[in-house]
């Protein structure tokens, strides 16, 4: 059996959120998944650094990088803001 991708578990994610009535806006992923989103993914990126974090990819969500390593969360407006009070975005 294949283990799930991101690109697979994503839109499982933001579908449960919907069903709870929730918004989700972002993506959020750690170094690693990034680096098996990149290597997975059909979705070309540019290489300029910052702009990654605006793409729409993963279900039309921002895609968003965060300074953990195994990290893949969907989050609504209101967690994504509170992270990026607290956290480098990157």
């Given at each position: 059996m294949t283990p799930n991708t991101i690109e697979a578990d994503?839109?499982?994610?933001?579908?449960?959120?919907?069903?709870?009535?929730?918004t989700?806006?972002?993506v959020m992923l750690g170094h690693e998944?990034?680096?098996v989103f990149a290597e997975q993914s059909q979705v070309a990126y540019t290489p300029f650094g910052s702009a990654r974090r605006y793409q729409p990819a993963l279900g039309g969500l921002l895609?968003?990088?965060i300074d953990e390593m195994n990290a893949v969360r969907v989050?609504?407006?209101t967690e994504l803001?509170?992270?990026a009070a607290s956290h480098q975005l990157l």
């Open positions: 994503v839109p499982q994610a933001i579908q449960q959120m919907q069903q709870q009535g929730q989700p806006v972002a998944d990034w680096l895609l968003v990088r989050v609504t407006q803001d509170t992270n």
